[in-house]
């Protein structure tokens, strides 16, 4: 349902964007979650199905920027000054919730370098 890409090796200043696309559901809202090795799982940033409401986690704010094209039922984060601490396993989720979490993707690895 969720199919997510975009994630790489970046050092650290660098940008990458990730795209996640809803193949089943186009009224849900759509939002980001990371996972870095030996934390918690974290909000990231979410959007609301008709694009007029965004989130984002402090830290990220100034940094990563969510959108979304309700055409193809698709979110995209731009990241933006990058840091090794972004460093995680990025899911796309979605969901009627908000943040939405009901429908998670497989994930996309960012690296960041230093």
């Known amino acids: 349902q969720l199919q997510a890409s975009g994630g790489g090796l970046v050092q650290a200043g660098g940008s990458l964007r990730l795209s996640c696309t809803d193949s089943?559901?186009?009224?849900?809202?759509m939002g980001w979650f990371r996972k870095a090795p030996g934390k918690e799982r974290e909000f990231v940033a979410a959007i609301r199905w008709n694009s007029d409401t965004t989130i984002r986690r402090d830290s990220v704010k100034d940094r990563f920027t969510i959108s979304r094209e309700n055409a193809s039922n698709t979110i995209y984060l731009q990241m933006d000054k990058l840091k090794p601490e972004d460093t995680a396993l990025y899911y796309c989720?979605?969901?009627?919730?908000?943040?939405?979490?009901?429908?998670w993707g497989q994930g996309t690895q960012v690296t960041v370098s230093s």
């Open positions: 989720t979605s969901g009627a919730g908000w943040p939405p979490r009901d429908y």
């Open positions: 089943e559901s186009t009224l849900s809202n």
